[in-house]
């Protein structure tokens, strides 16, 4: 499977990814409904993470590392706490991978360091996605091209040189086949700021496919998205 060609025609929809993200709190038969779920809303694929709280930051509970902000629901909460309770348990990895293939669904994650795309590389992981934070992470994008698998990378909080390194370093390990997508990072985003203009220059200014990482309530933004040439 290559992300670059598949048709989205006239007849084609493009290729619909629905995220589970932490959205399971730690329970895999609510992992397994999200699973039925996708598949039931038509979606082609299904995503998950694969990181643990000690890969993602450090055990510290003050500072930068701790959420002091009565607007935020994360108020009072540690970033490791955090991700200990939003990441999916690597050993439910291999059943959400079998059972979504019994769906009709291609799944595969966003790793978040290279022992995540070790550990993918055992489950026979198809693509890799680049979450937006990590883009400037080029030792982990590099390592991910060098498996030769399709790649997507959003582009949340990159400004154009740091679009430019990644594809760079994609390309220097010999991977071609990448997609793109345009993505606001606000949960969330709103429709006005959705700027998918960009997503078209894109296709200008680099070697990809291009697509839509969406936030925004609604369907009229994805809408617009696939009629200004989106395929994922």
Known sequence: ?????????????????????????????????????????????????????????????????????????????????????????????????????????????????????????????????IASFEITDIPLIEYVASKGKPMILSTGIAEKIDIERAVDACLRQGNKDLTLLKCTSSYPAPIEEANLSLMVQFKDDFPVSVGLSDHTPGH????????LGARV
Request: glycine letters at 6%; aromatic letters at 10%.
């Open 220 to 227: 009229l933004v994805p809408v617009i998205a696939t009629t």
């Open 1 to 129: 499977m290559r992300i670059a060609d598949i048709d989205i025609g006239v007849s084609h929809p493009p290729f619909l990814i629905a995220e589970m993200s932490g959205n399971h709190n730690q329970s895999l038969e609510r992992a397994l409904q999200l699973v039925d779920a996708a598949a039931d809303a038509g979606a082609n694929s299904l995503k998950i993470q694969t990181y643990t709280a000690d890969t993602m930051t450090l055990d510290i509970a003050e500072g930068e590392f701790f959420i002091s902000d009565a607007e935020s629901l994360w108020d009072g909460n540690s970033l490791y706490e955090l991700y200990k309770r939003a990441y999916t348990p690597w050993e439910w990895h291999d059943r959400l991978f079998k059972i979504a293939e019994e769906e009709g669904l291609i799944c595969f994650s966003s790793p978040f360091d290279p022992s995540a795309v070790d550990f993918l590389e055992g489950l026979g992981c198809p693509l890799y996605k």
